[in-house]
């Protein structure tokens, strides 16, 4: 990151990254040797070309580093250029100074990054190196990302340590490091951990003063979800417009698998479109509808199942080592789950693949969907059985599940008479999401990794020494120069080795991982006061974590802009609405004896529920939209802006005598006049031209002399004229009465 | 109309508007001569200051007819400034050509219009002669209008009542006369009523196939409602940008009665903009929650009383005057409504002056939101309650209304136990709703109008005669000349006291008609299954018929700018979710015998119901802007058109030497850098520049010889490097076997 070398520690050897932009890893451990060099040479030939730097050293195993820089003018006038296609594609409105040859600054290391990135990965005729990790030609190239700032990043990691709240400074950092993507996500979870101290103050008080299932606590659980969603909504646009990415969607390069049908080139703008029809790209995303089906039958029975099974065990089964059994059901859903999702995965990646997105944001967009629709069914289902099957009709379905008996075979079994639904088995088990669940979940995600991370790099580290070790005998001593690290390069190389190896980091699960917690929040949280409360600590700790591991546990992220969480805002909204129904029925079925709930006056609940939901999304969208409309004001002024700098320049040069120059070509007004008559013009006789043509700017009356005479008819002024009339016409009015008087 | 001068039959005396681009009266009748004359004067005086060309006539009784021309070559430059504005407001894409003394010719008659409705009516700062009638200063001016195009529109009369399908062409002439707000409203019945056709035969298949109250033909009209919502949106933003309005709203000028809190100057356009704070507003908008609530009681309890006394007259009263009291309820309660409607109406004005909006357009917005809402109680209240009360509880609630036998009085009553509910008055009441209820109207909005209008116009010659009589005697014969129409003026000047006396169009009024009569059909639809085919023969008739009107009953409006035919479309989107609703209860309750419909299945239908509607919704607005994206992608194109238009010029221009120019300032880079270490920059010693200033696109390592090295360290090239490392390490790896052969 030469950009930042100006700050810090230069002195600090192990973070320097040497200059050093990208990095790939080509690893030939399944090709034969001839291939393997081949490719290499092609792929160094291909980088070179590109106008990149390239260096090489060998990888852990059969694996090497590619090492790439950009030299700086080429880079600077890849930045020039980039804001050039943004200043087109209406992202940012002000022209970026210079012409094709400027070189620009970049203003932060994303921006830089993001250039080399497109150095290294749009096709040639961009421009680019062409290099698509682990796809096609480059599938062997199983690597493909820039280095981690090592000193910003634990700099900030130590700070945020230190400080309770994020600022907007701070966003600003992580965007400056990771791209607007990963910015939203921080953006996102910051928001959200702020928006939860009103529920957590209000869960407190409920906890000490109004117990679970309190209807005001309940209410103001679902108005705080659609406040928070509309807010957000807002605060997303408004971030877009800060960072300067509101659509920047529309930019993006044709990802290398779209196939097109026809090729389109805009009259006005002269730009060639890669058109797909959208009505074809939406049938084939109705497949959704069934892909959804099977993911809720495949994961629902397998759910079903286990729930089954377990309540089986623990309630019914009274029989010898019902201790170890009690774990079977739970043991086999782990070990099941990992295959059905993989499976659903595979499906909905070919189903995505199918749909044939212009970009990688859409793909990854409809991709993100169809996860968020298998995490929705795993992460809820097992709660909403429990909520609203287990615990009011238990009673009458777990006697059922004895088959055991009925098949003849005679277990120890609990009685039936005895058996009794345990009514806080739901509540525990929101107590367990919220509090449990949510630190076995930072585990799982964070230190887990983190721990196997480290010991493989041991382990390959280990073997890579054995090796060594028994090379040395076989080849020249240049070579063996090559197999050794320079001393001074050795914990550089180690550190690159070891980000080579690491996970690609996946911004789009954190923030479904966000969403699903919001959504047991908002489907569950009446049940337990102080969910939000657990949440509230869980995002403090869990927003550190996540970015220990983002700078730690996975290669950096090539900066990907976005203007937005994608498509999980669309969840959230979904969420809400759910929350809303489920906060109703929860609290309608749990308050009272359960016995005494009937199913009409929960259905008016709900149906009561649902329409004061509709009305209060719509009232909150419209207050805060006209409250917070600050950033599309100024949005709307810079565009203005922008035009108005254009008319002045277009003025300025047609001031100017001898520039011909590219102005505006006007259109011809007069033949795309709307005629008023319809489709009956009145053909003016050939030769002659049309009384319009001929005098278009004349205000000599035309038509007929009846005009002029009308125009200049009165011989007095016509102030003079009117006041006459006024005395006239008043006086006959007033005349009336005296006339008749005098007649009288 | 001179753009259309060149047109159609000059010859025809009384269709020729003498060049008359406006024309205002004045009225003097109420006050006394003095203050005429002097207001008068200074009329006149406003309005050749702004540079119009003033004629003055006569009108009828004590009023005058101001004609005004705005001379050709200032409403040239106006139309072009008009553009000008249009573009630096982003709703035309193409800078017009020219400087500031260009003057363009008008593409139709409606943007000439405009511009001559702004030189009349703008403030004098903004160049206008700030004529605003029936307000203020103006009070007396009581009508402010152009001329009707007579030509033009008895054309389009004749031509339409030969068609039956308005075309594309028909729309846009609408537009080139009357401007996009009226245009809007024809495009919107237009489209409706072709929509209209399906759902008409259906209802002829489900009239001869299925019988009232079938759920097929039910769901098929939810479906459509929803639909034809859904597409009316795109189609609306489709001809918004075909007619060059899209966002329309951001540049009308402020209303003389905004007030507001602090005057803006945005830093980066330079504009000034006169702010009221949005949160202020909304919470005044709340008020709209009391008001809907009392109109709703204050109309709904007089239809209820209606309503009840008209069911104990007809159902329970068995005494004399049966015959006459039947109709007594229905008269008491239509002259009361006007009473109550217009209390309401004047309500509603002064909460929507309250509100204070910036534009003309937001007020009239928020004044057709409120009259949505007494109409919508008026409308559907009385079909409301005999369908879900009436019908279904009358048995149960209409002996109670027998309150006079109960007081004591004994008249002559039907026996209880003779009581049967007609369960058949709701399907009559919707076959009056969609067949004679909509004659009636026609002839109550279109003809019995015109006839008045037509007579009241005979009888004010009529007087002016007798006047003109008495009056010759009295005055010079200068002023007798003023007083008697010129001959060859004498059909014109009658035409033109006729419009001013005419009423003014509201094109708000015909729109809420539509909705009322879609609502008709979403809500109570599904009991006669004609009801789609009677409307579509009404709308035929109701499209000509309100042309009509437009042409020949009301004044001509002055030709506004819109971009979506406004509040109507929350409507249509609040009428078809009332609609699936409402359908859903009428096939739950009428389709078996009432008397076995269970509360709770009627909730369950009504709830599965909406979360179908919901989901209907979101799948089809999806759909339908994926499939009809063309007319935002030709927005784009054009947006990407100007920019790269400005790019070329900005370097035409920097190419071109000695030409310092107007060019986009660029913005310092270094200093907005963002610093990635957060709060704490380094600061660079005082004096010494950093390394970073000093040598910003300097490709010579930085840093550390230790970079220099790593990039130049290997002493052959990189590609020989990487492929002797190739061989090495597969050597290395294929060696441990042949290694290990060789030991054995």
């Known amino acids: 990151m030469s950009w930042l070398a100006g700050y810090g520690k230069l002195d600090d050897e192990e973070n320097d990254n040497l200059g050093v932009d990208w990095v790939l890893q080509y690893e030939f451990g399944d090709i034969d040797q001839a291939q393997a060099i081949t490719e290499f040479r092609t792929l160094v030939?291909?980088?070179?070309?590109?106008?990149?730097?390239?260096?090489?050293?060998?990888?852990?195993?059969?694996?090497?580093?590619?090492?790439?820089?950009?030299?700086?003018?080429?880079?600077?006038r890849m930045v020039h250029q980039s804001r050039v296609k943004d200043f087109l594609f209406g992202i940012i409105h002000t022209?970026?100074?210079?012409?094709?040859?400027?070189?620009?600054?970049?203003?932060?290391?994303?921006?830089?990054?993001?250039?080399?990135?497109?150095?290294?990965?749009?096709?040639?005729?961009l421009g680019g190196a062409g290099i698509t990790p682990n796809h096609g030609k480059w599938k062997n190239v199983t690597a493909s990302f820039p280095l981690h700032d090592q000193d910003a990043c634990s700099q900030l990691l130590r700070q945020w340590s230190r400080k309770t709240n994020l600022t907007i400074k701070d966003l600003d950092t992580i965007r400056a490091l990771f791209g607007e993507k990963v910015a939203f996500y921080?953006?996102?979870?910051?928001?959200?951990?702020?928006?939860?101290?009103?529920?957590?103050?209000?869960?407190?008080?409920?906890?000490?003063?109004?117990?679970?299932?309190?209807?005001?606590?309940?209410?103001?659980?679902?108005?705080?979800?659609?406040?928070?969603?509309?807010?957000?909504?807002?605060?997303?646009?408004?971030?877009?417009?800060?960072?300067?990415?509101?659509?920047?969607?529309?930019?993006?390069?044709?990802?290398?698998?779209?196939?097109?049908?026809?090729?389109?080139?805009?009259?006005?703008?002269?730009?060639?479109?890669?058109?797909?029809?959208?009505?074809?790209?939406?049938?084939?995303?109705?497949?959704?509808?069934?892909?959804?089906?099977?993911?809720?039958?495949?994961?629902?029975s397998l759910i079903v199942v286990t729930f089954a099974s377990e309540v089986f065990i623990s309630e019914v089964y009274n029989g010898k080592l019902k201790g170890y059994l009690e774990f079977v059901p739970t043991i086999l859903f782990s070990l099941s789950l990992p295959a059905i999702t993989s499976f659903l995965t595979s499906l909905a990646t070919r189903l995505t693949k199918y749909e044939n997105y212009r970009t990688q944001d859409l793909y990854d967009l409809a991709q993100t969907q169809k996860s968020f629709i298998m995490n929705f069914i795993?992460?809820?289902?097992?709660?909403?059985?429990?909520?609203?099957?287990?615990?009011?009709?238990?009673?009458?379905?777990?006697?059922?599940?004895?088959?055991?008996?009925?098949?003849?075979?005679?277990?120890?079994?609990?009685?039936?008479?005895?058996?009794?639904?345990?009514?806080?088995?739901?509540?525990?088990?929101?107590?367990?999401?919220?509090?449990?669940?949510?630190?076995?979940?930072?585990?799982?995600?964070?230190?887990?990794?983190?721990?196997?991370?480290?010991?493989?790099?041991?382990?390959?580290?280990?073997?890579?020494?054995?090796?060594?070790?028994?090379?040395?005998?076989?080849?020249s001593t240049a070579t063996d120069l090559l197999l050794i690290d320079p001393p001074d390069e050795g914990k550089f190389l180690k550190r690159v080795r070891s980000e080579a190896d690491a996970d690609e980091y996946k911004v789009e699960d954190d923030i479904l991982e966000m969403c699903v917690q919001f959504g047991y929040l908002a489907l569950f949280g009446v049940a337990w006061p102080l969910v939000p409360l657990g949440f509230l600590l869980n995002n403090w700790l869990e927003l550190r974590g996540d970015f220990f591991k983002l700078t730690l546990?996975?290669?950096?992220?090539?900066?990907?802009?976005?203007?937005?969480?994608?498509?999980?805002?669309?969840g959230l909204d979904v969420l809400s609405w759910l929350g809303t129904l489920s906060t109703a029925a929860i609290v309608h079925i749990y308050r009272g004896p359960m016995a005494e709930v009937k199913l009409s006056s929960l259905l008016l609940t709900l149906f009561v529920a649902e329409q004061a939901y509709l009305i209060l999304r719509f009232t909150v969208s419209t207050a805060l939209q006209k409250i917070f409309n600050g950033s599309s004001r100024r949005e709307e002024a810079q565009r203005y802006a922008l035009r108005k700098n254009f008319l002045e320049a277009s003025h300025t040069q047609s001031g100017s005598p001898g520039s011909p120059g590219s102005r505006v070509r006007q259109r011809v007004r007069f033949h795309e006049r709307v005629n008023v008559y319809g489709s009956e013009p009145t053909p003016s006789p050939d030769g002659s031209p049309s009384p319009e043509t001929e005098k278009p700017h004349d205000d000599v009356l035309r038509g007929s002399d009846r005009e002029a005479e009308f125009w200049n008819g009165l011989s007095c002024d016509t102030s003079d004229a009117g006041v006459k009339m006024i005395r006239a016409l008043s006086a006959s009015k007033v005349g009336d009465e005296p006339k008749s008087t005098k007649e009288a």
Chains 1, 2 share one sequence.
């Open 45 to 76: 030939r291909d980088l070179t070309e590109a106008g990149l730097r390239v260096q090489v050293r060998h990888g852990h195993g059969s694996s090497l580093l590619v090492f790439l820089r950009v030299p700086r003018d080429q880079l600077g």
């Open 186 to 300: 921080y953006a996102f979870i910051h928001c959200y951990s702020l928006f939860l101290i009103v529920p957590a103050v209000l869960g407190i008080i409920g906890w000490l003063y109004l117990g679970p299932y309190s209807i005001v606590y309940g209410s103001a659980l679902c108005i705080w979800c659609v406040v928070f969603v509309e807010y957000w909504k807002i605060r997303e646009h408004d971030l877009a417009v800060r960072w300067n990415v509101k659509g920047v969607g529309v930019l993006k390069v044709n990802r290398a698998q779209y196939q097109w049908e026809k090729e389109v080139r805009d009259p006005v703008s002269g730009q060639v479109m890669k058109v797909f029809p959208g009505w074809k790209q939406f049938s084939r995303q109705l497949l959704l509808i069934p892909f959804a089906s099977m993911a809720a039958i495949a994961l629902g």
């Open 553 to 570: 546990e996975c290669q950096r992220p090539p900066p990907i802009r976005a203007d937005s969480i994608g498509p999980c805002l669309l």
């Open 378 to 475: 795993t992460s809820f289902l097992p709660t909403i059985l429990t909520a609203y099957i287990y615990v009011p009709f238990g009673k009458q379905i777990v006697p059922h599940l004895d088959l055991l008996r009925r098949s003849g075979l005679n277990f120890d079994m609990a009685s039936h008479a005895e058996f009794e639904v345990d009514t806080s088995r739901f509540q525990q088990e929101v107590i367990y999401l919220s509090m449990t669940a949510q630190v076995l979940g930072f585990g799982e995600e964070i230190v887990i990794p983190y721990v196997k991370h480290v010991l493989w790099q041991k382990w390959r580290d280990y073997r890579d020494r054995q090796h060594g070790l028994t090379r040395q005998r076989s080849f």
């Open 95 to 125: 022209l970026p100074d210079g012409d094709e040859n400027t070189t620009a600054d970049s203003e932060s290391p994303s921006e830089e990054l993001r250039s080399v990135y497109h150095a290294v990965s749009w096709s040639k005729e």
